[in-house]
C-alpha cells in the first residue's frame, strides 16, 4: 500500500469515528452502502473511473493489473462492481438491522474511544498485510476467476480471525460486568 492509501484509510476512520459517534452506527452504515453504490453505478458507466479510482489508491497494484492484460483487467474489473453492488445491498440490509436495534436499545456507541484506538491500531497493519497478499495473490494468479478464489480463501480466513478477536473481545467484556 502507498502512503497515499494508508493517509486515507486513515482519515475514513477518523470520519467513521466521527459519523458513529454522532449519527449513529445505523445512519453511518447507510452513508456507506449509498457510497458503495454510487460507486459501483459509476463503475458501471464509465470502466475508466474504476481503473483511475485502483491507480489512485494502489498503484502498485494497478501496475500489476496492467502487466496481466486488457482481458484480465476486465474480467476483475466486473467482479470488483458485482462485489461493490453486494457490500450495498448487504450494508443497506446491516444499517436498517442497526436502526432498527438502536431504537429498541437507545443511541449509547457501543465503542468508546479507547476501543475505536485499539481497533484503529488492529485494523491499519492488518489492510497493510492484506494489501501486500493481495498484491502476491494478483502476481501469482493466470486468470481472474483463480485471483478471486484466492482472495476469497483470504477473505473467508480474515473474517473468521476478526469474528474470533470480537468474540473474545466481547466474551471479556460481558465477564468483566458479571465479575
Not at 458503495?36 to 491507480?55: G, N, R, S
Request: with cysteine; hydrophobic share 55%.
Amino acid at each position: 500500500m502507498s502512503k497515499r492509501s494508508i493517509g486515507i484509510s486513515i482519515i475514513m476512520l477518523l470520519v467513521l469515528f466521527l459519523a458513529y459517534s454522532t449519527i449513529g452506527v445505523g445512519v453511518t452504515i447507510f452513508i456507506l452502502a449509498i457510497i458503495f453504490l454510487v460507486q459501483a453505478t459509476l463503475f458501471t458507466i464509465k470502466p475508466e473511473f474504476h481503473d483511475k479510482f485502483i491507480e489512485f489508491m494502489n498503484p502498485a497494484l494497478y501496475d500489476i493489473y496492467k502487466e496481466k492484460g486488457a482481458d484480465f483487467i476486465g474480467k476483475k474489473r466486473r467482479i470488483n462492481i458485482i462485489c461493490y453492488y453486494i457490500l450495498s445491498v448487504l450494508f443497506i440490509f446491516n444499517s436498517i438491522m442497526q436502526m432498527k436495534i438502536s431504537r429498541r436499545l437507545g443511541t449509547q456507541p457501543l465503542f468508546n474511544y479507547k476501543d475505536y484506538l485499539i481497533i484503529a491500531v488492529i485494523m491499519i497493519p492488518l489492510a497493510v498485510v492484506v494489501g501486500y497478499v493481495s498484491r502476491f495473490i494478483l502476481k501469482k494468479s493466470k486468470t481472474a476467476s483463480e485471483d478471486l478464489a484466492w482472495n476469497l480463501i483470504l477473505g473467508i480466513g480474515i473474517a473468521a480471525v476478526v469474528i474470533i478477536v470480537t468474540g473474545i473481545y466481547f466474551l471479556h467484556f460481558i465477564f468483566s460486568i458479571i465479575s
